[in-house]
């Protein structure tokens, strides 16, 4: 769907758009489509953006945001009145003057010239609207969205660091959040912040991958063709910072298996049928099958790093960069609850498309 040509607005049904610069005064999300009569209120909101605020470890960038947010409108005594819920969080902790290198020197893997290049002006602080720092607006709209789709329970963590899969053996769900990684493998952590601390003394970075697990998704949301269920995911989850790949269920993994390895047999049972496996990541011809919806999102290393790297500045010279500021030395790490928030959105809007096709009962 088209939603202006400046592309900051996403979704169908529930509709959000973003706005706000890493180093602007604030940041903000305008959520519209919400069904009324919905309890919402700050304290609801707040906790997924607490697991997503900077400065909360030693592996994540050192910049200090509250990141407390704010409901301007759409919520009347408790609930949601069905008119858009707008959405603002202050920034309080710039440092503006970290980036003034990269002012006319661009940072390799970074949107700086690709922002020069289309808009002929760009916000150099922080990398402006290309920062990571947008996506605290997209968690606060995810937390929203969980309302809608309430039927629905997530479970989002890192399952790859640098390379360092877990060990599915040792899965424990409840090690999620008590670990800095939101690794479901305790071992893997220690494993990792050893990666992360060598990186961090070499000036360097490290990439990741997210796993998304959604249980509880109906059979039926989703639509074939050119609206197929994993197509939307793809797509929110390539939308966000750093993301260079996305898999559903197994992914480019299903490339290597036969045929008769791949199938997800199904048996008679009591709701539907009965799957042996989920190699499909819980949807067929783009539509939900009623099994658990697995998504994984690879993220590359942080573009800014103190190492130096070859390239040109603003008149098309050459030159060297060393980024300098605070940064993520692996941004797949607070990564996590972005990766749950699109994931929401998404569910919330199928659902939300769902019922305006069939209507409340059809295939839930």
């Not at 953006?49 to 050192?62: E, F, K, M, N, Y």
């Not at 769900?173 to 990186?199: G, K, L």
Request: charged share 20%; proline share 6%.
């Amino acid at each position: 769907m088209l939603c202006g040509m400046s592309f900051n607005t996403f979704g169908h049904m529930l509709r959000v758009t973003t706005w706000g610069e890493s180093h602007g005064p604030a940041i903000g999300c305008v959520v519209d489509g919400c069904p009324p009569r919905i309890a919402l209120s700050e304290a609801d909101i707040q906790p997924f953006l607490d697991a997503r605020r900077p400065g909360q470890s030693r592996h994540t960038t050192q910049r200090r945001e509250p990141d407390a947010v704010r409901i301007l409108s759409g919520v009347f005594e408790g609930k949601t009145t069905g008119t858009p819920i707008s959405l603002v969080i202050e920034n309080v902790d710039q440092r503006s003057k970290d980036y003034s290198k990269q002012a006319t020197t661009y940072r390799p893997g970074h949107a700086d010239y690709a922002y020069d290049a289309k808009y002929g002006i760009r916000d150099h602080r922080g990398g402006g609207r290309s920062s990571a720092r947008e996506t605290a607006m997209r968690v606060a709209a995810g937390a929203i969205a969980r309302k809608i789709s309430s039927e629905v329970e997530l479970t989002t963590y890192l399952c790859e660091l640098g390379g360092d899969p877990i060990d599915r053996a040792a899965f424990d769900p409840q090690a999620i959040n008590h670990n800095d990684f939101f690794c479901p493998d305790p071992a893997a952590a220690e494993r990792w912040a050893a990666m992360m601390d060598e990186a961090r003394r070499d000036g360097d970075s490290l990439g990741a991958v997210v796993e998304c697990v959604a249980t509880g998704v109906p059979a039926g949301w989703g639509a074939p063709v050119y609206a197929k269920l994993d197509a939307e995911i793809a797509q929110a989850m390539m939308g966000i910072n750093a993301s260079k790949g996305v898999e559903i269920g197994d992914g480019f993994a299903a490339a290597r298996l036969r045929g008769s390895e791949n199938a997800d047999a199904m048996r008679p049972g009591g709701e539907g049928p009965d799957f042996a496996s989920n190699h499909a990541g819980g949807t067929a011809g783009g539509i939900a099958t009623g099994q658990p919806v697995v998504a994984r999102v690879a993220f590359k290393p942080t573009s800014s790093i103190r190492t130096p790297v070859a390239t040109i500045d603003s008149s098309g010279a050459e030159a060297q960069i060393s980024t300098t500021g605070r940064h993520d030395p692996c941004v797949g790490i607070r990564a996590v609850p972005v990766v749950e928030a699109m994931m929401a959105l998404i569910l919330a809007d199928q659902k939300l498309l769902h019922r305006a096709q069939v209507g409340a009962g059809l295939g839930e």
